[in-house]
């Protein structure tokens, strides 16, 4: 099956401070990227859709200064969070759909961020 | 914008059967997912239900009622790893074409011996 990969899978920052995390397709080309972010006991919460070549399409309330995606191939997607503070401390997950297996959205094993 | 209810846990025992429902409403229905996430693990996608009907795959199946605004996992023959949380999601959107998949907060299922 397809294989979507975070990089890191955890990170601890100081406050002010931003953090890239890197989501890679490993043996598909993904022309649409996805980030969620989970809060402990929570369900995922989409945060943009990037489609490659283009700009992200951010939700409802979602900061695209503070959260900045990049989609510049089709094999990669990154999401920089800047001058992150405490309350960005989550669970991030990037998951990457192809355009042959529409239905499908392939996830990266995340990224636990914890803001000092 | 949609909405997605589904129950917030389940206890089952091993070998046993167990049903988890959704109830969603959205505009524009698109489709329908099930996804299983293991504590601290991304979630991984199990079915896919779009027309009226039962999906099948091996020991789960997936149900969707779109007059209904239902959906329901079923999974047999339970053993100890399906404890997990499971995840209803609908994808739908606004008259425009943009669309989105909208997840609902899960239900905790735990399979005791």
């Known amino acids: 099956g397809a294989v979507v990969s975070q990089h890191p899978s955890w990170v601890i920052c100081k406050s002010g401070t931003s953090v890239k995390i890197e989501c890679r397709s490993l043996?598909?080309?993904?022309?649409?990227m996805f980030w969620y972010r989970q809060f402990p006991k929570q369900s995922l919460m989409l945060m943009a859709t990037?489609?490659?070549?283009?700009?992200?399409?951010?939700e409802q309330g979602v900061e695209k200064d503070k959260f900045l995606i990049n989609h510049a191939s089709l094999t990669l997607s990154t999401l920089t969070v800047t001058s992150a503070h405490p309350e960005d401390s989550s669970f991030y997950i990037c998951?990457?759909?192809?355009?042959?297996?529409?239905?499908?959205?392939?996830f990266g094993p995340g990224t636990r961020l914890t803001v000092l | 914008g949609q909405n997605i209810d589904q129950p917030t846990e389940m206890t089952a025992t091993e070998g046993a059967i167990v049903q988890i429902n959704c109830t969603y409403q959205?505009?524009?229905?698109?489709?329908l997912f099930w996804y299983q996430q293991h504590a601290g693990e991304a979630p991984t996608f199990l079915s896919y239900?779009?027309?009226?009907g039962l999906e099948e795959k091996g020991r789960f199946s997936s149900f969707l009622s779109r007059s209904k605004g239902y959906s329901y996992l079923l999974l047999k023959e339970l053993q100890m790893k399906d404890s997990a949380s499971y995840l209803c999601?609908?994808?739908?959107?606004?008259?425009?074409?943009?669309?989105?998949?909208?997840f609902g907060t899960g239900t905790k299922l735990q399979v005791i011996p």
């Open positions: 990037s489609n490659e070549g283009s700009k992200a399409t951010y």
């Open positions: 959205t505009s524009g229905f698109n489709g």
């Open positions: 043996d598909f080309q993904a022309t649409t």
């Open positions: 239900n779009v027309l009226d």
């Open positions: 999601a609908v994808r739908g959107g606004d008259s425009g074409g943009y669309q989105k998949v909208t």
């Open positions: 998951s990457a759909r192809e355009f042959v297996t529409y239905n499908e959205q392939f």
